[in-house]
């Protein structure tokens, strides 16, 4: 041993008082910055970073309207007449939330789609306590990512880290608006990646972590070390909703996708190729040799689909997509949702005969063939057209329902996320094949109703209160 004895213990005892941090963030590279900051009296601290990452999170106040419950007289449209009240009674409620600023020169924010859900009016407030109105650049419900932007100098913003490199184990902030108290810093590890299941967008894979995220963190920042956005804060898993050491972010490559569709278009355009995917099971990775159950099996391709004509089958496994490794079907359907229509992707598959590389384009998706077009009363600005039967997307659907056709802007229709080419087959879990059926079941429907739809390749449900 070249190194005596008492070296050893003396280098031992330093390791002792040096917080694990610190050692850890040397071993891990990518979470840790290059040189670990310390203060005048050499102690570890991350007041640095947090200094230069805080201006770029911001506040969120949002001013909606609910309905007022009110005396079940006052319902019957002959007593409203006659005493002349208005149609629909609605208070005024606040809540709050937060975002992170990825644009100063544009004044780009990003937050959540429900933070800002039905809002009538939207309010920035900067770490410097300035406050600007926002204006609505668009939202994605699928994966509850929505864009504002707000006019104001001297912003400060966060970079796009690479959430595609994180590992497990790796050190995180979630920077936020808890409760509505102000901006708050906590801290802690990635717990786990690509989760999905959490709700039934299905546009999902979320980055796990320990780091304190309670009610109003949502729209927040989860960064790394070196002060790069890697998530947006999206959700938690707790009694009441509080923090339990689950939480959930938006990952940024997944965000940052989202908010160039949405600067692009005011919106997500997905597209379809037509095929069906679910989790790899064991018996599968066995027959095959896989490696691992990382990957997604294909359990359908509809005929004359992109997929279809691009060469992939049923019983294909999905391992790559574009070169970089697929975790679950989950994150290959997060993945393909993104992908702009008229774009082709490269899939590496693994099938009895050997792996292969198919490239596939993505197309728009499937229309009605014919028929006309109709709005719906209950659902201001929606206009839809009725699958007619022995259609191919009657076929596809194995029977009817409504495509959107136009969605008006600024209408509630537009707010509650529904876009030209969803197909509604569903309310309340109810198979609906008319118009006619549509209307009925949000007629019933008193305290609200859940829309299921079809969106390119996956199912999304949007709910309305």
Do not use: C, W
Request: hydrophobic letters at 45%.
């Amino acid at each position: 041993m070249n190194v005596s004895m008492p070296m050893f213990f003396k280098d031992f005892l330093n390791m002792l008082r040096t917080p694990m941090l610190l050692l850890l963030g040397a071993l891990l590279p990518l979470a840790a910055p290059a040189q670990p900051a310390t203060d005048a009296r050499g102690l570890p601290t991350l007041a640095p970073l947090v200094n230069q990452v805080t201006p770029a999170v911001v506040n969120i106040s949002v001013v909606t309207r609910a309905p007022v419950e009110d005396n079940p007289l006052f319902r019957d449209p002959f007593f409203r007449r006659f005493f002349n009240l208005p149609d629909k009674q609605q208070r005024q409620e606040q809540s709050a939330g937060s975002g992170v600023i990825v644009d100063a020169a544009r004044g780009y924010v990003l937050t959540n789609n429900h933070v800002i859900k039905d809002a009538e009016q939207v309010i920035v407030t900067l770490k410097d306590r300035r406050q600007f109105p926002a204006k609505l650049v668009g939202t994605d419900p699928g994966t509850d990512i929505a864009v504002l932007q707000i006019n104001a100098p001297n912003l400060a913003s966060l970079r796009f880290g690479d959430s595609d490199n994180l590992q497990v184990g790796d050190y995180v902030l979630a920077i936020g608006n808890p409760f509505g108290i102000g901006q708050t810093v906590t801290s802690g590890i990635v717990s786990a990646l690509g989760r999905s299941g959490l709700s039934v967008e299905g546009y999902e894979d979320f980055i796990q972590t320990d780091a304190s995220i309670n009610p109003g963190n949502s729209g927040g920042a989860l960064v790394n070390l070196r002060g790069e956005l890697i998530g947006i804060n999206t959700a938690i898993i707790g009694p009441a909703g509080g923090n339990v050491g689950i939480g959930f972010a938006v990952p940024s490559m997944m965000a940052r996708a989202v908010m160039e569709q949405i600067v692009r278009h005011g919106e997500v355009r997905r597209g379809r190729l037509g095929l069906e995917m679910a989790d790899v099971p064991a018996d599968v990775q066995r027959k095959l040799r896989l490696p691992s159950l990382d990957g997604a099996i294909i359990n359908n391709v509809q005929s004359g689909s992109p997929a279809d004509r691009a060469g992939l089958r049923e019983g294909d496994v999905v391992t790559t997509l574009n070169g970089r490794p697929i975790r679950s079907s989950a994150e290959l359907r997060a993945r393909l949702g993104l992908t702009p229509v008229g774009e082709e992707v490269e899939f590496g598959i693994v099938r009895e005969s050997g792996a292969q590389r198919i490239r596939a384009r993505i197309a728009a998706p499937q229309a009605s063939d014919s028929g006309d077009t109709q709005t719906v009363a209950q659902l201001p600005g929606l206009k839809v057209v009725e699958i007619e039967r022995g259609s191919p997307l009657f076929q596809r659907l194995r029977g009817g329902g409504l495509v959107v056709a136009a969605v008006d802007a600024d209408s509630r229709a537009l707010q509650a996320g529904f876009r030209p080419g969803d197909i509604i087959y569903a309310v309340n879990r109810r198979r609906i094949q008319t118009l006619a059926e549509f209307q009925k079941l949000l007629r019933a429907a008193e305290r609200g109703y859940a829309v299921s739809l079809l969106r390119g390749d996956f199912s999304l449900t949007i709910i309305i209160r």
